[in-house]
C-alpha cells in the first residue's frame, strides 16, 4: 500500500511563503515523477510543479520564479517551497507521484489527500 501524505498547508498573507512537504510511503520499488497539483474552487486540477526521476523539473508558468520543487530522494520525500504567494494561488494543492510499487507492476498513479492552502490579500 502506497501513502502520500502532504503537510504545511496553511493562512498566509499576499507576499508570504509556505513550504509544503509530501513523504511517500509503503511499497515503493521506483518513483518516475512526483510532484504537485493544485484546485481552486470552480476550477479543474492543474500542474503547479513536478519533479522527474531523471532529475528534471517543470512548472506551470503562473509559478515560475516564485516557486520551488525540491526532492530528498533517500526519504522519498518532495518539497515546494512558495515565496510571493498571491490571493489567485489559493487553492487545495495535492501531492502527486507515478510510481511502481513492486518490479512486476507497472506505474501507477497516486494522489495524496490535499492540504489548503489560502493566501490573503
Known amino acids: 500500500q502506497v501513502q502520500l501524505v502532504e503537510s504545511g498547508g496553511g493562512l498566509v498573507q499576499a507576499g508570504g511563503s509556505l513550504r509544503l512537504s509530501c513523504a511517500a510511503s509503503g511499497s515503493i520499488f521506483s518513483i518516475y515523477v512526483i510532484g504537485w497539483y493544485r484546485q481552486a474552487p470552480g476550477k479543474q486540477r492543474e500542474l503547479v510543479a513536478t519533479f522527474t526521476s531523471a532529475g528534471s523539473t517543470n512548472y506551470a508558468d503562473s509559478v515560475k520564479g516564485r516557486f520551488t520543487i525540491s526532492r530528498d530522494n533517500a526519504e522519498n520525500t518532495v518539497y515546494l517551497q512558495m515565496s510571493s504567494l498571491k490571493p489567485e494561488d489559493t487553492a487545495v494543492y495535492y501531492c502527486?507521484?507515478?510510481?511502481?510499487?513492486?518490479?512486476?507492476?507497472?506505474?501507477?498513479?497516486?494522489w495524496g489527500q490535499g492540504t489548503q492552502v489560502t493566501v490573503s490579500s
Open positions: 502527486n507521484a507515478v510510481l511502481r510499487s513492486r518490479i512486476e507492476r507497472p506505474p501507477e498513479n497516486y
